[in-house]
């Protein structure tokens, strides 16, 4: 049974920073691709970036340069450093599973994933 249980998320001030992280269990979470989505109210769950067991990232354009996804799979935590924050940022921020070494050309959709957290709230202030 795949559990995946996030933290970190805080109100903060635009230009502040956060680290989320989202520790795993219940599975061989090295052999997962790992992946963070967000949800801001009235709108769709976006991806926002994702991580293979090989290591390999990809990141949504609109946190590309200022986020990094990162995972321990000694610890089977996942990570996601953000920086220069955002009001824009402002929203619930989910960690999601799914097996494979490789997250693919599709990982910022939601159906790539069958594994969610439950989310932790990422508020940003301007």
């Known amino acids: 049974q795949v559990q995946l249980v996030e933290s970190g998320g805080s109100s903060v001030q635009a230009g502040g920073s956060l680290r989320l992280s989202c520790a795993a269990s219940?599975?061989?979470?090295?052999?997962?691709?790992m992946a963070w989505f967000r949800q801001a109210p009235g709108k769709e769950r976006e991806g926002v970036a994702a991580?293979?067991?090989?290591?390999?990232?990809n990141y949504a354009t609109s946190v590309k340069g200022r986020f990094t996804i990162s995972r321990d799979n000694g610890a089977n935590i996942l990570y996601l450093q953000m920086n220069s924050l955002k009001p824009e940022d402002t929203a619930m921020y989910y960690c999601?599973?799914?097996?494979?070494?490789?997250?693919?050309?599709?990982?910022?959709?939601?159906?790539?994933?069958?594994?969610w957290g439950q989310g932790t709230q990422v508020t940003v202030s301007s």
């Open positions: 991580i293979g067991s090989n290591g390999f990232t």
């Open positions: 999601a599973a799914n097996p494979g070494y490789s997250c693919g050309a599709y990982w910022d959709h939601e159906t790539s994933f069958g594994s």
């Open positions: 219940g599975y061989t979470f090295s052999s997962y691709c």
